[in-house]
């Protein structure tokens, strides 16, 4: 597998505090969710990737160059969505993405071409002349993502990207994460503090518990490994069909509250993410939501 990331016995020790303590990972393309609670060591870890900060042992890669020696490199390879406000309030959107498109050394003309694109992307289309300062939370963020992707990264690391924002808007910048991962071909390593947000966007998870690496593998093991799925469907007696037409199938379902929860036993050897599909499209009713069990996913902290 190619190497997007790669670290060996990295540690950041703070003086009072150790925020890496001897990490050894290997992150591959695709989009990886990098979780952990406040303090773990997600933001420490993104700035040594970027040269930002420097290691005090240990050595670590990105896109196989060096983050000692090769920072500038890196940094000209990567967008990095900083988790505090890194918003000039005075300047437009359009400005700023074109001047950062700039400084990294297009032409003047193919950087805003590349700032309308990725603004749009986002969906700052309308607002983008306007100064960044009046923007909202949801808003300002998703100018941050732009101007990671200003200079056309092959990587890009998102520091808590959904931070302050409201169900909606963190399920919209969800959305926004994953088109960056498919639509541009990017790798992603996207960081939050709740498992359960990222487990619907990423292909790998990475978890860091006081700088440590807890675990790290395919989303698809841990929700194999914890078990319980829900299921949100929508339309005529859509839960109660559902629920009938799956335990046909040999999947055991429970209702909990407008959520079908399943506990699909492995021994079945099916995918039930395709069984649920199918069935769902079968009866002809509208699949809302598949995700892992929160509180299960919680465990996973528990049982290390
Ligand atoms: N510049 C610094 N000087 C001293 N200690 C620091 C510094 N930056 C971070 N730390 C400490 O290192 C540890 C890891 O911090 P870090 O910001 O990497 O965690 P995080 O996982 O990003 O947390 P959060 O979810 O709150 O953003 C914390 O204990 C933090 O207090
Ligand atoms: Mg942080």
Redesign the pocket.
């Known amino acids: 597998m190619e190497q997007v990331i790669r670290t060996r016995g990295l540690t950041k020790d703070?003086?009072?505090?150790l925020?890496l303590d001897d990490l050894s990972l290997d992150i591959g393309p695709g989009i990886t969710g990098l979780v952990?609670?406040?303090?773990?060591?997600?933001?420490?870890?993104i700035k040594v990737l970027l040269g930002l900060v420097p290691p005090s042992s240990g050595e670590a890669t990105v896109l196989g160059l060096d983050v000692i020696r090769d920072a500038a490199a890196i940094r000209a390879r990567v967008g990095y969505l900083p988790?505090h406000d890194c918003l000039p309030p005075d300047v437009s959107a359009s400005d700023f993405v074109v001047h950062l498109g700039m400084m990294s050394g297009l032409p003047r003309v193919a950087a805003r071409e590349r700032a309308a694109e990725v603004l749009r992307h986002v969906g700052l289309a309308e607002e983008r002349y306007r100064p960044m300062g009046g923007y909202s939370t949801g808003m300002k963020q998703r100018a941050k993502l732009a101007q990671a992707l200003a200079h056309d990264p092959r990587l890009v690391l998102l520091?808590?990207p959904t931070n302050g924002l409201d169900p909606a808007a963190r399920d919209d910048m969800l959305g926004l994460v994953q088109r960056v991962g498919q639509d541009f071909g990017f790798s992603v390593l996207v960081?939050s503090?709740l498992l359960g947000e990222l487990e619907r966007v990423s292909d790998n998870v990475v978890i860091?518990d006081s700088?440590r690496l807890l675990r790290a593998s395919q989303t698809r093991d841990f929700l194999d490994a914890t078990g319980t799925l829900l299921v949100e469907v929508i339309g005529a007696d859509a839960q109660t069909r559902m629920g009938h037409a799956l335990a046909a199938a040999g999947v055991p379902v429970q209702a909990r509250g407008g959520l079908l929860a399943l506990d699909p036993a492995p021994e079945l050897g099916l995918d039930v993410h395709d069984l649920i599909r199918d069935t769902a499209f079968d009866l002809g009713v509208g699949l809302v939501r598949i995700q892992a069990d929160h509180r299960r996913i919680e465990d996973v902290f528990a049982d290390a």
Do not use: I, P, Q
């Open positions: 703070y003086g009072s505090v925020a952990g609670a406040n303090g773990a060591g997600k933001s420490t870890l988790e520091d808590e960081t503090h860091l700088g």
